[in-house]
């Protein structure tokens, strides 16, 4: 915009308006039309050409008293935008391989998940998130490259199931902890630190995920159910890991997911992760007897519960 004193300048600028807003057709008459309209400008500056199509996007409403005044504290925004793209970027590294505790992610998921705030919209306080463009690309996968879905789609989608799953009229914690812990360590601390700071705050959140084909998901996170998913993530205790070895038979072993089930000899059935060097191998085992050397974590969650989570680090066959 001109310096409003240069009224020749100023003149020029808004002719130019004018003539711009003729070309784009009708102007928005609504503060959801302006929204779409902003969004798909800047889509287009975010691309570079490529088609909408291509980049998922979330649209984050955040909700609660502390957004009456449509702000958000920084103190509260700034940690839920760095917890949202940690816990996004752990659990797919937990869908794709071992769950972890600690060493980095890889950068190919990494990369796969990184997420990008573009636009605000109207709300009560909203944000515009979308993910990284031609996912079809994605380096983790090329064999399938045809499929729509994506790792961030699992990523997402996951974490919205415990979303779901915290505001589902039964208040048993049992089936949100089946769907938390098997995460592992690392993706419950993630969620945890981003539950935590959304419970500090009081805030809640209202979430739309866009994705290929036009589909929709819709979820929204009362405070109530935060607080859920905050207290089993911090209740849940993890014991330090033990390795044993088993031998059995590989009954079914998904490359894509990096995941296996093997029937123990001792009739026993394992549902586990396989290492992520170990996983493009596992087409070499499928439907033999094999002997496994098995990582084994237990979990205590709310009410003294035990799981157990197993993760191959080594198959041969026998």
Same mark, same amino acid.
């Given at each position: 915009?001109p310096d ?7 003149r020029e600028?808004m002719?130019?308006i004018?003539?711009e ?8 008459a609504t ?10 400008r800047l889509l287009?500056s975010?691309t570079?050409g490529?088609d ?7 649209d984050?409403?955040?909700?609660g008293a502390?957004?009456?005044e ?5 103190s509260t925004?700034?940690p839920?935008l %760095?917890h949202l $793209?940690e816990s996004?970027?752990a659990?797919?590294?937990?869908? %794709?391989g071992?769950?972890?505790?600690s060493?980095?992610?890889p950068r ?6 990184a997420?990008?705030?573009?636009a605000l919209?109207p ?6 998130i979308?993910?990284p463009?031609?996912p079809?690309e ?19 989608d996951?974490?919205?199931d415990?979303v779901?799953?915290s505001?589902g009229?039964n $208040? ?6 089946e769907?938390?812990v098997?995460l592992?360590?690392?993706a ?6 981003l ?5 500090d705050?009081?805030?809640g959140?209202?979430? =739309?995920?866009?994705? $290929?084909g036009?589909r929709v998901?819709?979820?929204?996170w =009362?405070p109530s159910g935060? $607080?859920?998913v905050?207290?089993l993530c911090e209740v849940?205790?993890?014991t330090?890991?033990?390795t044993?070895?088993i031998t059995?038979?590989l009954g079914?072993a =998904?490359?894509?997911?990096?995941k296996?089930?093997?029937?123990s ?5 394992i549902?586990?992760s396989t290492?992520e060097?170990l ?6 085992f ?6 496994a050397e098995v990582e084994?974590t237990k979990v205590?969650?709310?009410?003294g519960?035990e799981?157990?989570?197993?993760a191959?680090?080594?198959?041969r066959n026998i």
């Open positions: 915009m409003p004193a240069d009224k020749h300048a100023l600028w002719r130019r004018r003539n807003a003729a070309h784009q057709g009708v102007a928005p503060p959801a039309e302006f929204s779409a309209k902003q969004r798909k287009r975010l570079t490529q909408e199509v291509e980049r998922r996007r979330l984050v409403a955040l909700t502390p957004t009456v449509h702000t958000i504290p920084v925004l700034g839920f %760095t $793209q996004v970027a659990v797919a590294q937990a869908l %794709t071992k769950p972890t505790s060493a980095s992610i190919d998921i990494r990369d796969a998940t997420l990008s705030a573009a919209f709300s009560s306080f909203g944000l515009t979308y993910g463009p031609n079809a994605d380096s983790l996968f090329p064999e399938l490259q045809s499929e729509t879905r994506t790792v961030l789609d699992d990523a997402v996951t974490v919205l415990i779901d799953l505001e009229s $208040q048993s914690n049992d089936m949100l902890a769907q938390l098997p592992g360590q690392r419950l601390k993630h969620i945890g630190a539950t935590s700071g959304l419970s705050a009081g805030v959140l209202r979430v =739309s995920w866009h994705t $290929q036009g998901r819709r979820s929204e =009362s935060v $607080q859920r905050r207290y849940s205790d993890f330090d890991s033990e044993v070895t059995g038979w079914a =998904s490359a894509f997911n990096g296996v089930e093997i029937r000899d001792s009739g026993e059935f549902r586990a290492d060097e996983t493009p191998a596992l087409h070499q499928f439907n033999k007897r094999v002997e084994v205590r969650f709310a009410g519960r799981r157990k989570i197993y191959v680090i080594s198959l």
